[in-house]
């Protein structure tokens, strides 16, 4: 079994400063990371992934993610947050091997202020 | 546009009575999924199937839920004898493999309410 844990539910920051959101993990067995954001009244949108490889991923709208796997972590860093990007964002893993349901982290509330 | 779609967008009902949720998922993806939220937590999962095959059930889903996936295209996810403590978000989504893993691509949700 799986679980993730999402360090702050709510972090405020100003408008271009810089944000990390922490995520770590726990599992007996290899995973795959991911993270979603869920802006107000829509769906889960899937934001970047860990596969293999680089462990720096990085998503198209300057979000980046590294996998950290001695520290069990895959903390999410923008250096430059807009008002834009204020949202519930959710770590997530789920099986290498079975690659089927999503374990959750419970989700941090990411408020950018003017 | 070709996303998961889910309807309806927000079910209200009396306690007792049943439910019935549909998901429409992406045309080409063999797995759909099943996920519950409750206001301040991340998604739960609850069920999910490949083609018409509902392959895990969690522990989440009680009896009175019930799944299906006929012919391996939409799905029903349905609640009998609601109860209060069935109030949340009911997300579906949808997946391909891809590079090794199952991404997974959710609709907006159906949120029920039971008064």
């Known amino acids: 079994a799986q679980s993730v844990t999402q360090l702050d539910s709510q972090v405020p920051v100003f408008e271009e400063a810089p944000v990390e959101l922490r995520c770590n993990y726990s599992?007996?067995?290899?995973?795959?990371l991911f993270w979603y954001v869920q802006y107000p009244n829509q769906g889960l949108q899937l934001l970047l992934k860990?596969?293999?490889?680089?462990?720096l991923v990085e998503s198209i709208n300057g979000f980046e993610a590294e996998f950290n796997k001695s520290q069990t972590s895959f903390h999410l860093r923008k250096p430059s947050v807009h008002i834009s990007d204020t949202a519930e964002y959710f770590c997530?893993?789920?099986?290498?091997?079975?690659?089927?349901?999503?374990?959750f982290g419970e989700g941090t509330q990411l408020t950018v202020n003017p | 546009d070709t996303g998961v779609s889910q309807n309806p967008r927000h079910k209200i009902t009396k306690r007792g009575q049943n439910v019935t949720f549909r998901c429409d998922p992406i045309?080409?993806?063999?797995?759909l999924y099943w996920y519950r939220q409750t206001l301040g937590q991340g998604p739960e999962f609850l069920t999910y199937?490949?083609?018409?095959?509902?392959?895990?059930k969690s522990r989440l889903l009680s009896d009175r839920f019930s799944a299906e996936r006929p012919k391996g295209s939409f799905s029903t996810l349905e609640i009998q004898r609601t109860e209060q403590g069935d109030s949340a978000m009911y997300l579906c989504?949808?997946?391909?493999?891809?590079?090794?893993?199952?991404?997974?691509?959710f609709g907006p949700g159906t949120r029920l309410t039971v008064t």
């Open positions: 989504a949808s997946s391909l493999r891809s590079g090794g893993a199952y991404e997974q691509y």
């Open positions: 599992s007996s067995v290899s995973v795959y």
């Open positions: 860990y596969l293999s490889g680089s462990t």
């Open positions: 997530a893993v789920s099986e290498v091997t079975s690659g089927s349901r999503l374990t």
């Open positions: 045309s080409e993806h063999n797995r």
């Open positions: 199937f490949q083609n018409e095959a509902q392959l895990e």
